[in-house]
């Protein structure tokens, strides 16, 4: 099959609360709203693959029980569509590993990098190479000097871009990542939208 069709989406920030002056604003409505019309454009494009690319959450700790219930839901729905990939991003609370028990067939929840073998909703073979948000911290915690730190970090990732290289033998091969790009020109088309 030649054609895979791909739904993306990311940064949902469930939870957030942003400022008026000195008012805080919750924009769970808003971000409930936009999630109701991916849902909608999901079910009428029927893609073969949901790609969630993290930062579903917006606190990392402690997260209101009706965002994670939201999220639950989104997922199902989502994953009733077409295989799900999510990774967790910077925002995202470590407890949503623990909707990998919700053991619902279409939805891989990634918090590590490994390489995920997908069927697509027409059939295709998918090859999912997932790059989470990297916990510095965790990957590199022994060295003290910040250089050695970032070399260490850019030649960790630098060998599994190697390793997901040779992998990448499907007849579709996607990776999806949670990363910060330094060093990236903004074409400014935000601008021009507002």
């Known amino acids: 099959m030649n054609?895979?069709?791909?739904?993306?989406?990311?940064?949902?920030?469930?939870?957030?609360?942003?400022w008026i002056g000195s008012r805080p604003v919750d924009r769970t409505s808003e971000i409930l709203e936009a999630l109701n019309e991916?849902?909608?454009?999901?079910?009428?494009f029927q893609p073969d693959i949901v790609l969630i690319t993290g930062d579903v959450l917006?606190?990392?700790s402690?997260?209101?029980a009706e965002s994670v219930e939201s999220i639950i839901k989104y997922l199902k729905n989502f994953s009733d569509v077409a295989p799900v990939v999510m990774v967790l991003g910077n925002?995202?609370?470590?407890?949503?590993?623990?909707?990998?028990?919700?053991k619902l067939e279409n939805l891989r929840i990634v918090d590590k990098p490994e390489v995920l073998e997908l069927t697509g909703k027409r059939g295709q073979r998918i090859k999912v190479f997932p790059l989470p948000y990297v916990e510095t911290s965790s990957l590199i915690s022994r060295i003290d000097n910040r250089d050695e730190r970032i070399g260490k970090l850019h030649f960790e990732i630098e060998k599994l871009m190697k390793y997901y290289e040779r992998e990448a033998t499907a007849d579709?091969?996607?990776?999806?990542?949670?990363?910060?790009?330094d060093g990236l020109k903004i074409s400014g088309i935000e601008k021009k939208t507002e």
């Open 3 to 18: 054609e895979l069709k791909i739904l993306h989406t990311s940064d949902w920030h469930l939870g957030v609360t942003s």
């Open 38 to 44: 991916i849902y909608s454009k999901t079910l009428e």
């Open 58 to 60: 917006h606190v990392r």
């Open 62 to 64: 402690n997260p209101s």
């Open 91 to 102: 925002h995202d609370w470590k407890g949503l590993r623990s909707l990998k028990e919700l």
């Open 172 to 181: 579709w091969n996607i990776m999806v990542a949670h990363v910060l790009v």
